[in-house]
């Protein structure tokens, strides 16, 4: 009895040691084996795969994504980047426009691989998406009439007035120096309302200002920068969380362009001056 017990032990023995042989081995995440696909990036080979990058843009927001004329060729800041950066990635751009409200649902809806928009960098997106290195930073301005000597810091706007949009940070920041605030609806009506001395300063972002200049120099003889902000914005490409391998490329070109001048070209032609950096 006692030989059939041992017999018994060692069968259960013996099978139990051919199972585990049998067993599949689990797979070792930490380096790079087993099934590991759903987790790779992949943003920059599908795009040198396609030969082609879709861009999300507004192609209605002069200066930066526009048609000249309103039916000629896209154009702008953001587009001639965008597409300096592609020609360095070796590929062509498609470009896909949309409105702005619709602009992330689209990346969201991998209808593109990359918004180009001067989408600026905030704590909130960064928690969704990824962005390349700014290739737009702007301060905020306080803008005087050209003989006003009175103004030349944010303090100095006390007891002054101004003309903001009412939704405006700049509106909230006009307030918080102390100036009377005229709600107006837009940059069109502020800088022609100081332009015509009824203010005494309004308050953007330097490039509104900048492009402004651009457009109609003859501006320069009646307004100026006063002040600027020690806040910036930081305007940058937005692709889907985790596209590491095509930031890395874009912000490798984005240093080649920044260091052969590219950007800084670009930016002078729809500026008068660098707002790349």
């Known amino acids: 009895m006692k030989s059939s017990r041992l017999a018994l032990i060692g069968l259960v023995a013996a099978t139990a040691l051919a199972l585990s042989g049998c067993a599949p081995a689990e797979p070792d995440l930490t380096t790079g084996g087993g099934d590991t696909a759903a987790g790779d990036d992949t943003s920059l080979a599908d795009i040198e795969a396609a030969g082609e990058i879709v861009v999300g843009t ?12 309103g039916a000629g060729d896209l154009t702008g800041y953001d587009v001639e980047i965008i597409e300096a950066v592609a020609d360095k990635l070796g590929v062509e751009v498609k470009f896909e426009e949309t409105q ?6 689209g990346l969201d ?6 918004i180009a928009n001067q989408v600026s960098i905030n704590d909130e997106r ?28 944010l303090a100095d706007l006390k ?40 203010i005494d ?11 402004y200049v651009a457009v109609k120099p003859d501006s320069a003889d009646l307004v100026k920068i006063a002040a600027e902000t020690d806040d910036v914005s930081r305007n940058a490409f937005v692709v889907a969380k985790g596209s590491t391998t095509l930031v890395d490329a874009i912000n490798e070109a984005l240093d080649e362009l920044r260091a052969d001048g590219t950007l800084a070209e670009i930016s002078e032609k729809y500026f008068g001056a660098d707002v790349s950096q």
């Not at 200066?63 to 004329?69: I, L």
């Not at 809806?109 to 990359?114: E, I, K, Q, S, V």
Request: glycine content about 6%; cysteine-free.
């Open 100 to 105: 702005w409200d619709a602009i992330f649902a």
């Open 201 to 211: 300063a309004t308050l953007n972002d330097k490039l509104t200002y900048l492009d």
């Open 109 to 114: 809806a991998d209808r593109f691989d990359l």
């Open 159 to 198: 007891g002054k007035t101004t003309a903001q949009s009412l939704s405006s940070n700049w509106y909230t920041l006009a307030e918080e120096n102390g100036a009377t605030v005229e709600t107006v609806e837009g940059w069109a009506q502020s800088i022609a309302l100081l332009e015509q001395g009824r």
């Open 58 to 69: 507004e192609g209605t927001y002069r200066p930066f994504t526009f048609h000249e004329g």
């Open 126 to 153: 960064e928690a969704k998406y990824d962005f390349s290195d700014p290739y737009t930073v702007s301060p905020g301005v306080v803008i005087v009439a050209k003989d006003n000597s009175d103004i030349s810091s």
